[in-house]
T-cell receptor
Framework: KAGVTQTPRYLIKTRGQQVTLSCSPISGHRSVSWYQQTPGQGLQFLFEYFSETQRNKGNFPGRFSGRQFSNSRSEMNVSTLELGDSALYLC?????????????FGNGTRLTVT | AQKVTQAQTEISVVEKEDVTLDCVYETRDTTYYLFWYKQPPSGELVFLIRRNSFDEQNEISGRYSWNFQKSTSSFNFTITASQVVDSAVYFCALTPGSNYQLIWGAGTKLIIKP
């Protein structure tokens, strides 16, 4: 089975721009969750989607949004980028959800905002 | 408060030594899940173990073992006869039953020297 695929691997954007990150989950997995990882704040939960519905959301501003498609692929969008948004963004999939299931992670997208 | 504390920022040992990574959690919930994940230098988080709040049995998997003690709110991880390949950042995480959001510890960087 193919693992979780995140594209692109690296992105460099300018402050004020917007960016879209993509995540393809493991086949058959209906839950996709997103996490931000920075040296200062560590790993933080962004949101979780299950069957195209946002099931849970972390404490991030509205500039961070996401969606899930009928094939379970997910995208995350960040608008009006700020320098502090520079981070590794990780996507994870699981069959039923992040509450009690082991998560399968992608390699992440490293976003640099200049 | 819901929180996971990994007090050890970095541990360095010589190969074949045993090493224990500490994890202390806080939650008001009676139902919750605890996890350990490993993040090697490649960046991809790898699931190691899951434990629910009603199962205090210790677990052993090869050189890895976990000690879950509700009385001290701890879920410690021991690697026996460490190997260089064990070098990674290890994260402990908690999913409280009240909000289903995965809460991460800050991680412990483990360095195994040959």
């Amino acid at each position: 089975k193919a693992g979780v695929t995140q594209t692109p691997r690296y992105l460099i954007k300018t402050r004020g721009q917007q960016v879209t990150l993509s995540c393809s989950p493991i086949s058959g997995h209906r839950s996709v969750s997103w996490y931000q990882q920075t040296p200062g704040q560590g790993l933080q939960f962004l949101f979780e989607y299950f069957s195209e519905t946002q099931r849970n959301k972390g404490n991030f501003p509205g500039r961070f949004s996401g969606r899930q498609f009928s094939n379970s692929r997910s995208e995350m969008n960040v608008s009006t980028l700020e320098l502090g948004d520079s981070a590794l963004y990780l996507c994870a999939s699981s069959p039923w959800g992040s509450y009690n299931s082991p998560l399968h992670f992608g390699n992440g997208t490293r976003l640099t905002v200049t | 408060a819901q929180k996971v504390t990994q007090a050890q920022t970095e541990i360095s040992v010589v190969e074949k030594e045993d090493v224990t990574l500490d994890c202390v959690y806080e939650t008001r919930d009676t139902t919750y899940y605890l996890f350990w994940y490993k993040q090697p230098p490649s960046g991809e988080l790898v699931f190691l173990i899951r434990r629910n709040s009603f199962d205090e049995q210790n677990e052993i998997s090869g050189r890895y073992s976990w000690n879950f003690q509700k009385s001290t709110s701890s879920f410690n991880f021991t690697i026996t006869a460490s190997q260089v390949v064990d070098s990674a950042v290890y994260f402990c995480a908690l999913t409280p039953g009240s909000n289903y959001q995965l809460i991460w510890g800050a991680g412990t960087k483990l360095i195994i020297k040959p």
